[in-house]
């Protein structure tokens, strides 16, 4: 009788190759390590007896990178990336990844890849492919896709039972992005740093980056920044007349709401103040809604955990992923708002309905039946973010509770009534003037009553008749300035990169780090984003050269041209080929006019002669080199004009009277100690 067949799978973690084991095989499985652990059993596949292996890789198993022979930064003219090879090489070499899948995949019939149903999921699908040497469409090592939004014991059978192929333009679409943004990121970066770092002492950046998506990204903050420092106060004045009316002064507003000219302002206020009675003219009462949020997605969870949750965009991705590896809430890298036609709301209310928090509201819901969600958008990826299982503070921890909570609290948003309330406006005139008043009171609480902080303000009137007049008890002439916008929050920047394109609901979360990490941005009170000298001195040089490196239409071109690819609608070669020879052209300008941009960091940053401190002397003029602590640290002698770079961690100390070659100044010199801090 012949052996079973033997079946490979493998997920994108471990945690999610556990839990893919421990529901497949009903927790009767072995386990042994390896690179990363593999789980053991056998089941049924495909209606026949089979002997599964299930392990995982950690991400992405392969890196894009350039040959050891463009890595020199001395040697290699940046203008030749663009034309450059590129390799793939192991993103955690220590793991052995490639290796482990290779070894797991002898002797198997079939892979089924489980990696997360995304663009980078599909990419990281034929690296495990590649490594496996198993070929799509192959008839005898077939390779299948399962598509899953949650590891739930439900999501993975039904996965099982709808296999599909993966999809190669997805993944030649981030092997598009990978190499354009690798090429024209390092072309830009080495040049730009190895031109001011020359130059200048207190920087304090280990690198001066640019970033096809990075750059725009700091871009919309120092636009702010600007908009601040060139925004001139103006003076402003407002008429507000009161009145007593049932044991209620009220105060009034003007329909012209205010005046920038002192003069005419005190003309309005005499006119009000001679006549002095105010007569009803109208009273209106109106029957509003504000409806119910539709599904969660990605780029608007990143956005509540950074205003209301105090969570950086990085970090509530992170929580969120550990969530949903842990089974809690579902995928959550999702661009739609629209739930399937088959998505069951009673049984996800069924998982938070015991909570004591929500629980009475839920159990309502259940009885008296839940609403119909707004239709939403249906981008066709994944559904949006829910809760997957019941969940509590002490099991999940401070943070993670607290963002667990609002996916809860979001989803039964969803499923519940319209809030709606009676606005009721009341009109007035005096002298020729028209004021007004205006009170709002809830009739249906609905989802606000389990999202309280969209609540609507209520403010009671007391009752007018239309024709009634009152004496006006003082009329106020209320002087105001006009105030500046404030700084980028996180949130309004995450809006503004979805609104235009840049980053990918994925990525938006690593282009706002990157520019943090970078000293471009530091995140303020609120989570403001306040840019750097730095930052603000690099944006202006671009604007001088050539505006569209730093503005964000270039780069929704580039990711229009990807999403062709990855529809199959476009050539991958020639997107990469079109997209960088337009770079390559903007690079070779941006060279030639680079003392523009030098001009606006000599305003503003020292020169190296005039940085650091004299440490140890060069070992070709025998003159005194100065030690500039400031990322990135060096050496510079001003007799030379040599920079030595100098590694990025430790404690530097000379050694007295002690002279020999030194491998990273390439001289004999006075000798250095170097303490390096792990």
Not at 12 to 30: D, Y
Not at 62 to 88: E, R
Not at 95 to 113: F, K, N, P, T, W
Not at 506 to 524: F, K, M, W
């Amino acid at each position: 009788m012949a052996p079973p067949p033997k079946v490979l799978m493998v997920a994108e973690k471990p945690s999610i190759a556990l839990s893919l084991a421990s529901v497949l095989s009903h927790g009767q499985m072995s386990t042994r390590r390896g690179s990363t652990e593999v789980h053991e059993f056998n089941g049924t596949f495909l209606g026949f007896h089979a002997h599964y292996k299930v392990t995982s890789v950690i991400g992405h198993v392969f890196s894009v990178d350039f040959p050891a022979s463009y890595q020199d930064w001395n040697i290699t003219n940046p203008l030749d990336l663009f034309q450059a090879p590129v390799i793939k090489t192991e993103s955690n070499p220590r793991v052995h990844i490639s290796r482990h899948l290779s070894q797991e995949a002898r002797g198997c019939d079939c892979l089924v890849l489980w990696l997360d149903c995304d663009r980078e999921g599909e990419n990281i699908c034929f690296e495990v492919i590649e490594c496996t040497r198993f070929a799509v469409n192959e008839a005898k090592k077939r390779v299948y896709r399962a598509r899953f939004s949650s590891v739930t014991e439900k999501d993975i059978l039904n996965a099982m039972d709808n296999l599909v192929e993966p999809n190669k333009h997805e993944a030649l679409a981030v092997d598009a992005r990978q190499e354009i943004d690798l090429k024209v990121g390092v072309a830009f970066t080495r040049f730009q740093t190895s031109y001011f770092q020359g130059k200048y002492g207190n920087l304090d950046s280990r690198v001066i980056s640019y970033g096809p998506c990075q750059t725009p990204t700091l871009g919309f903050c120092v636009q702010r920044y600007l908009q601040i420092n060139t925004f001139k106060p103006e003076k402003f004045w407002a008429l507000h007349p009161y009145i007593m009316h049932q044991g209620y002064e009220l105060q009034l507003e003007w329909k012209r709401q205010k005046l920038f000219d002192l003069d005419v302002a005190l003309m309005f206020q005499k006119l009000v103040t001679d006549d002095g009675i105010l007569e009803v003219i109208d009273v209106s009462e109106k029957q509003e809604s504000k409806g119910r949020p539709s599904g969660l997605n990605t780029v608007n969870l990143l956005k509540v955990a950074s205003s209301a949750l105090g969570f950086g965009p990085q970090t509530a991705m992170q929580i969120a992923e550990r969530l949903y590896t842990q089974g809690f809430i579902s995928y959550p890298r999702t661009e739609s708002t629209a739930y399937p036609s088959s998505f069951d709301f009673k049984g996800t209310l069924k998982v938070v309905e015991n909570h004591p928090l929500w629980s009475d509201y839920v159990k309502r819901l259940l009885a008296e039946g839940y609403h119909k969600p707004r239709s939403g958008t249906d981008v066709g990826d994944h559904p949006p973010i829910t809760p997957m299982q019941p969940a509590s503070e002490d099991i999940l921890g401070n943070d993670a509770w607290r963002l667990y909570q609002y996916v809860c609290q979001h989803f039964i948003g969803t499923v519940s009534p319209d809030c709606k309330y009676v606005r009721k406006k009341v009109e007035f005139s005096v002298g020729g003037e028209f004021f007004h008043c205006i009170g709002q009171q809830v009739t249906v609480q609905g989802f606000t009553y389990i999202m309280p902080w969209l609540a609507i303000n209520e403010k009671n009137l007391p009752q007018f008749t239309k024709g009634e007049k009152f004496e006006v008890s003082r009329v106020e002439l209320y002087e105001g300035e006009t105030s500046p916008p404030d700084y980028l929050s996180e949130s309004e920047l995450i809006s503004l990169m979805e609104r235009n394109g840049i980053g990918t609901d994925a990525s938006i979360p690593v282009h706002i780090n990157n520019i943090c990490e970078r000293n471009y941005v530091q995140v303020q009170a609120g989570r403001k984003l306040v840019p750097t000298t730095l930052g603000i001195t690099l944006i202006r040089g671009y604007q001088c050269i050539d505006p569209d490196l730093c503005l964000p239409d270039i780069r929704s071109f580039i990711e229009h041209q990807i999403t062709l690819v990855a529809k199959g609608q476009a050539n991958h070669s020639r997107v990469v080929q079109h997209v960088l020879q337009q770079f390559k052209q903007k690079f070779c300008y941006f060279m030639q006019q680079i003392e523009n941009m030098d001009a606006l960091f000599e305003a503003q940053f020292s020169p190296l002669a005039d940085s650091g401190r004299a440490l140890s002397k060069c070992g070709k003029c025998l003159r005194y080199m100065k030690y500039i602590s400031t990322q990135p640290q060096r050496l510079f002698c001003g007799i030379c004009e040599e920079v030595y770079y100098l590694p990025q961690k430790g404690a530097i100390k000379v050694i007295p009277k002690c002279w020999t070659f030194c491998k990273i100044l390439s001289f004999t010199g006075a000798c250095i100690m170097w303490n390096v801090v792990s």
